[in-house]
């Protein structure tokens, strides 16, 4: 099979080595890549839609997977499917569940999927207004896209005030959703679908604050381990029963179907499991710890989920664990340097803990820091600890100056 794989990520560079472990693959080209992605498989410099189909048109091609969320929202999806390629990636239609809140929200209303309560605004008075007569604090919620920085949860109703102030001067600001706030454990859970078959893969858990103990700023995402020990593969598969498989059905009826990873960011609350938002793409970096836990042919899964033909036998599991540590860059999530020089000691990772490049860039013959969130260390092992104990093993075969990362990656899961 000749894959073309978008994107430039430590997920990337995760779905990368599991394409590379298929026996079905012929050549993989990543466009465009990173330098650890370079060092596994061909890369090429496509960055528009427009540079992606020039290269289609002499690359005969049997399935394109698309990584992140600005090219699925953008309708690349589309572009790609009219050139008769399958696709593993949402089309411009179903992507809404991520790039417009509000368009998640109303579709979770429809089908009675469990979901905090809200109010869309299009006005930051009228918003303003809501907040002062309800006389409490709200989550507050930028509709379109904001690369993660489009959610506060305010403490007080002054702070929600503030907030609404500052995500209305966002360009993904146009409206303001205000969010009952919910309490409980946070699960990622990621799902495969073809459009009508739901297939969850482990669940996850990311570690989305900058500092240990879940102190300072949103970030993309510190580290990740997968399974959770009260989700196990079968409460995986019924919760994504019960929150993707309406979506999944309302989206096919209304002639969009939702082909691709679809992402439930949910809260375990007293009164069940809501969802906090809908990822039209796999999580980073929760892919870099599921994809480890895969048992089968993940590229097929893939292709399998794009031509319609997804079955719930498509892929086993396997047992243990993964953990990863995200290594970030001085001044991330604010202001991330770049240019840090990165040295790996190739000998200091352990069997079972592999480096995958985020945010690098080749400098010469140096590697650099490009990006707020850098490398990932990843491990695996037989239970939560020992993934973990890898993981971090991993992270001291890596330094650069600035290097910031959490010592608390996977507590929750360790009582
Ligand atoms: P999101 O960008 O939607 O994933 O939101 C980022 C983070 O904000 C989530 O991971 C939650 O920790 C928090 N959050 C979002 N919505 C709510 C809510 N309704 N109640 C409590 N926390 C929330
Ligand atoms: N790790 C969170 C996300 O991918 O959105």
Excluded at 20 to 35: H, K, Q
Excluded at 230 to 256: F, G, K, N, Y
């Amino acid at each position: 099979m000749r894959v073309l794989l978008i994107g430039s990520g430590g997920r990337e560079h995760a779905l990368t080595k599991a394409f590379l472990a298929s026996p079905r693959l012929t050549t993989l080209t990543v466009a465009p890549g990173n330098p650890g992605i370079a060092h596994d498989a061909p890369t090429a410099p496509l960055t528009s839609l427009a540079e992606v189909q020039a290269w289609l048109a002499t690359h005969p091609t049997d399935l394109v997977v698309i990584g992140p969320e600005a090219p699925l929202a953008a309708g690349w999806s589309d572009a790609i499917r009219a050139l008769g390629i399958p696709v593993f990636g949402a089309s411009q239609s179903a992507a809404r569940l991520e790039s417009s809140k509000g368009f998640a929200k109303q579709v979770m209303q429809r089908v009675a999927v469990p979901t905090a309560a809200f109010r869309v605004f299009h006005d930051t008075a009228e918003a303003s207004a809501f907040v002062r007569q309800s006389g409490q604090a709200w989550v507050v919620k930028a509709d379109g896209l904001a690369a993660g920085k489009g959610v506060i949860v305010a403490e007080s109703m002054s702070e929600t005030l503030d907030a609404i102030a500052q995500l209305a001067a966002l360009p993904a600001g146009e409206r303001i959703l205000l969010e009952e706030r919910l309490y409980g454990p946070e699960v990622s859970l990621i799902a495969l679908s073809d459009g009508q078959t739901v297939l969850a893969l482990p669940s996850a858990r990311d570690h989305k604050r900058i500092f240990d103990g879940d102190e300072g700023p949103n970030t993309g995402g510190m580290g990740a381990i997968a399974p959770l020990n009260s989700i196990t593969q079968p409460v995986a598969q019924q919760l994504a029963e019960i929150v993707m498989q309406p979506v999944i059905a309302m989206l096919a009826a209304h002639q969009t179907p939702f082909v691709g990873a679809l992402y439930a960011g949910l809260m375990l609350t007293e009164h069940g499991p809501k969802v906090i938002e809908f990822n039209a793409r796999f999580g980073d970096p929760e892919t870099q710890v599921i994809l480890p836990l895969c048992d089968g042919d993940v590229l097929l899964a893939l292709y399998a989920a794009a031509t319609q033909a997804l079955t719930p036998a498509t892929l086993g599991w396997r047992t243990g664990a993964a953990a990863c540590v995200v290594l970030s860059s001085a001044g991330y999530p604010d202001a991330p340097r770049s240019g840090d020089v990165i040295t790996i000691d190739p000998t200091k990772i352990p069997a079972n803990g592999t480096i995958l490049h985020a945010g690098t860039r080749r400098d010469g013959n140096q590697l650099v820091t490009a990006g707020g969130r850098v490398l990932n260390a990843v491990g695996y092992g037989a239970d939560v600890v020992s993934a973990l104990r890898t993981a971090y093993a991993t992270v001291d075969a890596v330094q650069f100056a600035g290097m910031h990362y959490r010592l608390d990656i996977g507590q929750t899961e360790l009582v």
